[in-house]
């Protein structure tokens, strides 16, 4: 089997601290990959973003819920500044399950929704499991999917302040924060998998160091795709993801490794 078949472009522009403008649009990712599933961030859930990802087989819709908004100026910095940030209160998250499930009958290759930042949102919005239970419902209603984003440096509260939320993910989507601790990540899959026994895990890869706000070296995102390969194989992992579209331009040396290690990879 491909590997391809296996993984996920995040798709979107947002406004990454030390990204330039990019330029590619939402699709672009997949394209450059030749891959064929999409989580979309950063825009808008409506017709005119989904329109852009028709091509897909699978799209997955954040429902945490990025946004962009406007800055006041500050005379001797900047005139004119926008930023993107969460809007993670449940109301709207809410309001974005069901405007993504409204959005399904006019395309029917949505197949999720992700929550970004699962555990840090809920800490700064005060969100807990029993209220979070209304979303699920309505998600699963719909036959989605509900993806959950979880970190390696969070396991310790995975397993206890936020054990409610486990039983919550239809998709473990799981990423290693600074690419310098990929090195660990054999144990840190031992440990994801011990918290999450019976459950698809998505392992994510980033183009970006965003701890360090700079690209992660072609060796480390090697090093990750060649685990990835190994995982998928033994049935650790049941799928990867790339992020993303908003930080290729900025490192188009991995992008092109990543795309080298896919042509070649197969799954036996």
Known sequence: MDLRDFGYVWEGQGFDPGVPPSVLGVGDGCRLLKMNKAVVLFHPNNPRTLSRLTHCDEVVCDISKWKVRSLDP????????IECYVDGHLETVLE??????SLKKQFPNITG?????LIGLCKRCGLN???YGEVVQTISQ????????????????IETKWRDFKRYADVVHFWVWKSEDLFYLDEYMKRCRKAFPDKPINLGVYLRDYHYRRSVPTNRLLFEMEKI???????VIQ???ILGTITMDTNPEGVKA??????QAEIY
């Open 74 to 81: 500050v005379k001797g910095l900047y005139s004119n500044a």
């Open 96 to 101: 974005e399950v069901r405007n993504v499930v």
């Open 113 to 117: 929704v992700i929550h970004d930042d």
């Open 129 to 131: 499991a029993k209220e």
């Open 142 to 157: 719909a036959g989605l999917k509900l993806w959950l984003v979880f970190y390696a440096h969070e396991l310790d509260e």
């Open 229 to 235: 390969k190994g995982y998928i194989q033994d049935d």
């Open 239 to 241: 799928g990867f993801s």
């Open 258 to 263: 990543i795309a080298d290690f896919l042509d």
